[in-house]
């Protein structure tokens, strides 16, 4: 069965700290995998997408890559408008599905 | 703002009425996904449709759950008989390709 596990479940870092989430998956041939950022009470906000082990993608502060069973999004030198959950998401290939199946998040919290 | 709208953004309701929702996609994206989120979890698929094509539904999605996108455009949820397990976040997706992009999510409360 299609799988995705994150971790920590929640996070604490004061401005400043530099840190890495994790997630892990287990998918019947991988499509992309999927970093979204989601604030309380909103929907997810699309961060990046990834299709293949070895890429790497960055935006601002965020850094997210990929290996065969897991991907990882670092976060550098965070500022407290980084506090959010973030998902993450995999795609299974073969053109048999078109869902995202999401893990339980990482809730960042970041301290000035 | 050409992103993706739900509407409404809040649903109040008593057990065993009906309710729908309406999605609104970013205007050039052809497939359309909806999600249900609850505290403390990731999205859960519940459909998916191409134009106007119904072409995925989770196991999850009860027979009192229908959605509808009638001219490929905008799409329709609609819940019967609601139950207090139906109070959730609904989230409405729209891609072009793989990158899903959603909405603010019409949050139900059945008391």
């Known amino acids: 069965e299609d799988q995705v596990t994150q971790s920590p479940e929640a996070l604490r870092l004061q401005e400043g700290e530099s840190s890495s989430l994790n997630c892990s998956y287990t998918?019947?041939?991988?499509?992309?995998l999927f970093w979204y950022r989601q604030d309380p009470g909103k929907g997810p906000e699309f961060l990046f997408t990834?299709?293949?082990a070895g890429e790497e993608k960055e935006k601002e502060r965020l850094k997210a890559t990929l290996t065969k069973k897991e991907s990882f999004l670092h976060i550098t030198a965070p500022k407290p408008e980084d506090s959010a959950t973030y998902l993450c998401a995999v795609q299974a290939g073969g053109g048999a599905t078109n869902k995202l199946i999401f893990g339980t998040g990482t809730l960042l919290a970041v301290q000035p | 703002d050409t992103g993706v709208s739900q509407n409404p953004r809040h649903k109040i309701t008593k057990r065993g009425q009906n309710v729908t929702f309406r999605c609104d996609p970013i205007?050039?994206?052809?497939?359309l996904y909806w999600y249900r989120q609850t505290l403390g979890q990731g999205p859960e698929f519940l459909t998916y449709?191409?134009?106007?094509?119904?072409?995925?539904k989770s196991r999850l999605l009860s027979d009192r759950f229908s959605a509808e996108r009638p001219k490929g455009s905008f799409s329709t949820l609609e819940i019967q008989r609601t139950e207090q397990g139906d109070s959730a976040m609904y989230l409405c997706a729209s891609s072009l390709l793989y990158e899903q992009f959603f909405g603010p999510g019409t949050r139900l409360t059945v008391l």
């Open positions: 449709f191409q134009n106007e094509a119904q072409l995925e």
């Open positions: 990834l299709y293949s």
């Open positions: 998918v019947s041939g991988l499509r992309g």
């Open positions: 205007s050039e994206h052809n497939r």
